[in-house]
């Protein structure tokens, strides 16, 4: 069956590095695009960047996390990759991966999440000194 599977959370000080990892299995990780979301305590869920499966362009960042978080993938692998630097107590959420429906991102209005079918458990990530 289809499993998403975090991994890599951890508590780091502000300023810090986290790398998360998200392992795929029971499809084929070339055919879809993958998210990342984020949930912090007291928060609604939160789309923080999604990546084409084709061309592995990341084609979405959220801007509060822009020039800090770098999303890549292996198809290979069946692994994709989360790399957080620069981190902010405001980065403190659990982080989920998921599979989108299409191959394909795309900005939609409403709630993202919508168009991803697939979810991991996800990984907390604490952000304090």
């Known amino acids: 069956q289809v499993q998403l599977v975090e991994s890599g959370g951890g508590l780091v000080q502000p300023g810090g590095s986290l790398n998360l990892s998200c392992t795929a299995s029971?499809?084929?990780?070339?055919?879809?695009?993958i998210g990342w979301f984020r949930q912090a305590p007291g928060k609604e869920r939160e789309e923080i960047s999604c990546?084409?499966?084709?061309?592995?362009?990341?084609?979405f960042y959220r801007d509060s996390v822009k020039n800090r978080f770098t999303f890549s993938r292996d198809n290979v692998k069946n692994m994709m990759y989360l790399q957080m630097s620069s981190l902010r107590s405001e980065d403190t959420a659990v982080y989920y991966c998921a599979r989108r429906q299409h191959s394909f991102c795309a900005v939609v209005t409403g709630d993202p999440g919508r168009m991803y079918d697939y979810w991991g458990h996800g990984t907390q990530v604490t952000i304090s000194s």
């Open positions: 990546i084409d499966s084709t061309n592995g362009r990341t084609s």
């Open positions: 029971g499809f084929t990780l070339g055919s879809y695009a």
